[in-house]
């Protein structure tokens, strides 16, 4: 069920291609969800139906150091895995790999500068 208000981005056949050709070439799920406007799911859904198989998220581990300090900054795991390339399931276990503790569903850390403290 979608929620109210949610634009819906629909591609055209020629930018599926082109989202194809850029999966391929190596672009990831999240870059390609950034470069079209659309969820990174969208794009799981319309290279699933060109048959595509899709690679499960790698995480870069010369950015851990990175993403554990965007995180303990505050930034919640997908807008972690926006600034380094990587789904949030990848950049979680990551992260738990390298004992950084994993805040409940979309919590920001408090003290944030993304979000007040209560």
Not at 55 to 64: E, T, V
Request: hydrophobic share 40%.
């Amino acid at each position: 069920m979608r929620s109210l208000g949610m634009a819906q981005t629909l591609l055209r056949p020629e930018q599926v291609d082109d989202l194809v050709a850029q999966y391929r070439e190596g672009a990831t799920l999240v870059e390609l969800a950034s470069v079209f406007g659309v969820n990174r799911r969208t794009v799981a859904t319309h290279l699933t139906r060109r048959e595509v198989t899709i690679r499960r998220g790698r995480f870069d581990p010369s950015r851990i150091h990175e993403a554990a300090d965007l995180y303990l900054s505050g930034l919640t795991l997908v807008e972690v895995g926006v600034k380094v390339g990587a789904g949030p399931q990848a950049v979680r276990r990551a992260l738990v790999e390298c004992g950084v503790h994993i805040r409940a569903g979309g919590e920001r850390a408090a003290g944030s500068p993304l979000l007040p403290d209560s």
